[in-house]
């Protein structure tokens, strides 16, 4: 019986999405238009606008496509998303990707390349998630950054699960490119982050882990999109992103 459960679990493992950024070249727009309302239905595997009600945020330019970022022992590669505005433009625009069909059962692993060349801010802030819906700012599951207090060329990392965040004191330093692995765990009700794991191993002890204080908080937040933020307080560029339902996806 263990034998055959264990069979189990690895024919569904799976690469749930990939290649997200396929068939953009350097300098192309990312985003193919944009969600005017929250009933809009869902272009699946299209980067759009997220919906905003703020004009100010409509009014900013789409982030453009720059070279990749890679980072060796991940399969994932190609070109990547350029972050921060070209044009001296202020303030925040969200970008996403609707994934399909709604997955809010087991566990699932966001996978992404990332070097940040400025971290400007010194609150904590979203660079990309999971969210139910295509509108900007609603992410509910988030990977989070912000600059450090006392040392401009040092950032840290850490996870959001609605409004529960936690941040790691490890620093990173600004201008490293780093492997981001954001996990959602249905069966925990928890939301974890690794920076820089070591994906020939067994999945380690996350940087940080966000538990919810609202039993089941989770349930009602099916993954249905993927969600970054750009602003002008970054500049730096994130790329191959990997959603898979098990940590041994991430570098197969």
């Known amino acids: 019986m263990a034998a055959m459960l264990m069979a189990s679990s690895v024919l569904n493992a799976q690469v749930v999405k990939q290649d997200l950024l396929n ?14 309302s929250k009933e ?27 070279a990749g970022v890679e980072y060796t022992g991940y399969p994932e590669k190609g070109v990547a998303i350029q972050l921060g505005f070209s044009n001296g433009e202020k303030g925040s625009r969200h970008s996403c990707c609707a994934l399909g069909d709604n997955k809010k059962k087991g566990v699932y692993y966001l996978s992404a390349v990332v ?3 400025k971290v400007g801010n ?21 990977a989070m950054i912000v600059r450090d ?3 401009k060329k ?3 990392w850490g996870a959001s699960l ?12 600004v201008g490293e490119t780093v492997l981001v692995v954001l996990k959602v765990d249905y069966t ?61 996806q991430l570098a197969n």
């Open 154 to 156: 040092v950032m840290h």
């Open 115 to 117: 070097r940040m060349d």
């Open 188 to 248: 925990k009700n928890s939301v974890s982050l690794f920076v820089n794991p070591d994906l020939s191993a067994a999945e380690p002890e996350a940087l940080v882990s966000v538990n919810s204080d609202e039993e089941n908080m989770l349930s009602k937040w099916p993954i249905r999109t993927l969600t970054l933020r750009n602003r002008n307080a970054y500049q730096g560029a994130v790329g191959s992103f990997r959603l898979t339902n098990s940590w041994e």
């Open 162 to 173: 609605g409004k529960n965040v936690v941040m790691s004191p490890k620093a990173f330093a």
């Open 149 to 151: 207090e006392e040392n």
């Open 40 to 66: 809009d239905a869902p272009k699946e595997g299209v980067w759009m606008g997220a919906f905003t009600s703020k004009e100010e945020s409509a009014a900013l330019p789409s982030p453009t496509i720059t």
């Open 23 to 36: 068939g953009y070249a350097d300098g192309d727009v990312l985003e193919k238009g944009a969600y005017t």
């Open 122 to 142: 010194t609150g904590d802030s979203e660079l990309f998630g999971l969210t139910p819906s295509r509108t900007g700012g609603a992410g509910k599951v988030r």
